[in-house]
Structures are given as C-alpha cells and as structure tokens.
C-alpha cells in the first residue's frame, strides 16, 4: 500500500484506491480535544448530531467544517480535530 504524503489519484494504482474506499486499511476514533496527525481518506460522523472538525488536508482546502450526522467527508487529511465537546468522529486510514 502507498504511503506517506498524498501526491493526488495519480499516487495509488487502481487495485490500491479500490481498497482505499473499501476502508480496508481500518479506521481511528478521534475524540473531541486532540488533534490527531496521520493520512485519512474519509471522515464519518455517527453521532446523532452535527460535529464541528478541523482538518488539514495535502491537497485542497484546509478548514473548519461541520459535519452532519450520517455524513462522510472525503480528501486527503493529514490532520484531525475535533472541536465540539464530547464528540467523535471516525476517520478511515489511507
């Protein structure tokens, strides 16, 4: 599997993306109140309610953004933190 800094769609093979959207590297659980530092491809919020999360990504925008419940936020994220208290999301590996 490709690592380290995300160069764009070009950086993976196809076999390699296809199992990046399948999730198939495993996930993290990032709580309110710390900031996590890896390579995410997608951050879901299975909370009941909208998630406000700060994330840096390689490529693109990086922000503050709520996500609404049931939602999957997708990009090339290097950092993670969430900014609503007593929340988490889950942020898949990539």
Known sequence: MA???HKGIQHYT???SNNLLLGQLGFDKVSEGTAETGNWVAIYNPDGS?????VTCSLGDS???NIVSG???YGP???IEVNT????????RG
């Open 77 to 79: 994220f290097t950092s």
């Open 3 to 5: 690592r380290g800094k």
């Open 63 to 65: 922000t503050t953004i």
């Open 14 to 16: 196809v076999q390699e």
């Open 71 to 73: 939602t999957y936020l």
């Open 50 to 54: 909208a998630v406000e999360v700060a």
């Open 85 to 92: 208290s007593s929340k988490h999301v889950i942020a898949y």
